[in-house]
């Protein structure tokens, strides 16, 4: 979990990601930051984007015209830009959240994180990755829908306990997978081997942007590493009793 506390500027490009569950979109955010700018880019004449307007409203995101120049030329890319830049040099925040599909924006992301900003990426799963890796973070819009779509059979009583820890994954587990997490193990164990999860998460997302145990379809990094066969889990004791602080190596 990320600092309640940082100021965040959402932009959304509305030609390149879908309209369709932007309150689970909003409420992943927040859990980041606070949106204290939300701004949407596209033509607004243009019929392809007109589901957008039902949900404006309703998630007070404030919409800027931007006609398209060029037939077949995403016409919001330029505009999404220059208020990134102004937004930047404003002060009033601390990070940003680039709502996008669309690779264009990967000198953006790469420019504002040289100024200090956090930048967060939300896109579809065939977003390039360059614009990927150019964020401190990326969450696949897919992996939203399927926990939302999961939270809703659960508040129904659709869902038992068991199923609620296997979401449907977007990604299927791979040895690429298993070696960034064993690298990464190594890489902040201690003497023993033994490495604090924790420690073991905020490193694989430096060297992964996109990688997010909801993907796999897991809800939590830890249930994720206990399905896993190649390492050993830990879980000791903190000073508060409720609390377990959970350890991984891996095995020999």
Same mark, same amino acid.
């Not at 600092?3 to 509305?14: C, F, K, M, P, T």
């Not at 959240?97 to 200090?116: H, V």
């Not at 587990?173 to 298993?178: A, D, T």
């Given at each position: %979990? ?8 959402? +932009?959304? &490009? ?42 404006? +409203? ?20 330029? #505009? %999404?830009?220059?208020?990134? %830049? ?8 601390? =990070? ?11 000198? +953006? ?11 967060? =990426? ?11 890796? #150019? ?10 829908? $399927? ?5 809703? $059979? ?19 587990? =791979? ?13 902040? #164990? ?19 942007? &996109? ?13 994720? %590493?206990?399905? +896993? ?24």
């Amino acid at each position: %979990m990320e600092n309640q506390e940082l100021r965040l500027a959402v +932009l959304i &490009d509305a030609e390149n990601v879908p309209y369709s569950n932007i309150k689970g979109v909003m409420e992943e955010i927040a859990k980041y930051g606070i949106p204290t700018i939300k701004r949407i880019y596209g033509d607004w004449t243009k019929p392809s984007i007109v589901g957008w307007k039902n949900v404006l +409203l309703e998630n007070a995101i404030t919409p800027i015209q931007q006609y398209s120049y060029t037939s077949g030329k995403n016409s919001s890319d330029s #505009a %999404m830009i220059i208020d990134a %830049m102004d937004i930047l040099y404003s002060g009033k925040v601390e =990070g940003f959240c680039i709502i996008s599909s669309d690779s264009d924006f990967t000198r +953006l992301a790469t420019r504002l994180r040289e100024a200090g900003m956090k930048v967060y =990426g939300i896109g579809e799963r065939k977003t390039p990755n360059p614009f990927i890796v #150019a964020c401190d973070k990326f969450i696949y819009i897919e992996i939203i829908n $399927n926990v939302s779509s999961k939270q809703d $059979n659960s508040s129904s009583g659709k869902e038992s306990n068991a199923s609620r820890e296997s979401k449907s994954p977007i990604i299927k587990i =791979g040895e690429e997978i298993v070696s960034l997490i064993s690298a990464s193990v190594t890489d902040v #164990a201690d003497e023993n081997g033994w490495a604090f999860l924790g420690d073991v998460g905020s490193l694989i997302i430096k060297k992964q942007p &996109d990688f997010d145990p909801r993907n796999f379809g897991f809800s939590k990094l830890t249930s994720l %590493m206990k399905s +896993l066969k190649q390492f050993e889990i830990d879980e000791r004791e903190s000073g508060n009793y409720r609390i377990k602080h959970i350890y991984v190596r891996n095995k020999k």
